[in-house]
């Protein structure tokens, strides 16, 4: 897996935002897919200007969620679905058949699973997927331990994940599952780009380079992917 450092955040959400716009200039309608979470706030901030200058159309484009806690929806601040839309979906003109992502307030789960894996049967597979780290590991919600034959699924939360929440809800939220892509589905994307930020991502982004690729800590599984690099900023990068 190629490893690319940048000097600063700013440089780094720019060239993940390069790499979603060049496979979009390349197929139109390509499947792309973009984690919630702090980390890509910048690419979708690169992404809507790269829009706004013509860089990129994204009128043909299919967008695919990764994860959502189960409970929240776009009423909550910090699900993911509020997230992507108030950073990246609102600002720009997409119509409702472009996006499919998961419901974290559906009654039924299991049929929302059935529901995104039947549109990723029709639409897929991913063309590039931009990943977060979780602080254990995790990529989407597929904690350690995940199986490599998950496609979409119900996941009980790992205890780090719930304490590492509240920065996203500014306050404890009982959240105890998530609904997320499965390592299977991720692992065949076309292009997986592997992103972290920040000094606190250091541990885990050389763990990621350093182990052995194995669902203990789900990131290193990206190193197995055709297609597959990291970018990091300097701060991410310090222990490399
Ligand atoms: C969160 C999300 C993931 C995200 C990851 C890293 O729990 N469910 O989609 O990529 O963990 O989050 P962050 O970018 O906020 O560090």
Same mark, same amino acid.
């Given at each position: 897996?190629?490893?690319?450092?940048?000097?600063?955040?700013?440089?780094?959400?720019?060239?993940?935002?390069?790499?979603?716009? $060049?496979?979009?200039? %390349?197929?139109?309608?390509?499947?792309? /897919? =973009?984690?919630? @979470?702090?980390?890509?706030? #910048?690419?979708?901030?690169?992404?809507?200007?790269?829009?706004?200058?013509?860089?990129?159309?994204?009128?043909?484009?299919?967008?695919?969620?990764?994860?959502?806690?189960?409970?929240?929806?776009?009423?909550?601040?910090?699900?993911?679905?509020?997230?992507?839309?108030?950073?990246?979906?609102?600002?720009?003109?997409?119509?409702?058949?472009?996006?499919?992502?998961?419901?974290?307030?559906?009654?039924?789960?299991?049929?929302?699973?059935?529901?995104? $894996?039947?549109?990723? %049967?029709?639409?897929?597979?991913?063309? /590039? =997927?931009?990943? @977060?780290?979780?602080?254990? #590991?995790?990529?989407?919600?597929?904690?350690?331990?995940?199986?490599?034959?998950?496609?979409?699924?119900?996941?009980?939360?790992?205890?780090?994940?719930?304490?590492?929440?509240?920065?996203?809800?500014?306050?404890?939220?009982?959240?105890?599952?998530?609904?997320?892509?499965?390592?299977?589905?991720?692992?065949?994307?076309?292009?997986?780009?592997?992103?972290?930020?920040?000094?606190?991502?250091?541990?885990?982004?050389?763990?990621?380079?350093?182990?052995?690729?194995?669902? %203990?800590?789900?990131?290193?599984?990206?190193?197995?992917?055709?297609?597959?690099?990291?970018?990091?900023?300097?701060?991410?990068?310090?222990?490399?």
């Amino acid at each position: 897996m190629k490893t690319f450092i940048s000097p600063d955040y700013q440089q780094l959400s720019e060239a993940v935002a390069k790499n979603v716009i $060049d496979c979009v200039n %390349a197929k139109p309608n390509a499947l792309i /897919c =973009i984690a919630g @979470g702090d980390t890509p706030l #910048g690419v979708f901030a690169a992404l809507v200007e790269a829009q706004k200058q013509g860089r990129v159309d994204f009128s043909q484009t299919q967008f695919l969620g990764l994860d959502e806690w189960l409970g929240l929806g776009k009423a909550d601040k910090g699900s993911c679905r509020e997230m992507v839309w108030s950073h990246f979906f609102d600002k720009l003109t997409l119509r409702d058949e472009q996006i499919c992502f998961f419901d974290g307030l559906t009654d039924s789960p299991q049929a929302e699973c059935q529901r995104v $894996d039947g549109y990723i %049967a029709q639409h897929g597979p991913i063309d /590039c =997927i931009v990943l @977060g780290i979780g602080m254990n #590991g995790h990529i989407g919600f597929n904690e350690p331990g995940a199986s490599l034959n998950n496609t979409c699924h119900v996941i009980d939360l790992d205890p780090i994940t719930q304490t590492v929440s509240v920065k996203y809800f500014g306050t404890a939220r009982d959240v105890k599952q998530g609904i997320s892509l499965g390592l299977k589905t991720i692992l065949a994307a076309e292009n997986i780009v592997l992103m972290a930020s920040g000094e606190k991502k250091a541990d885990i982004v050389a763990q990621t380079v350093n182990a052995l690729a194995s669902n %203990a800590i789900p990131s290193t599984l990206v190193k197995t992917a055709k297609r597959a690099a990291l970018y990091v900023d300097k701060a991410a990068a310090s222990a490399l």
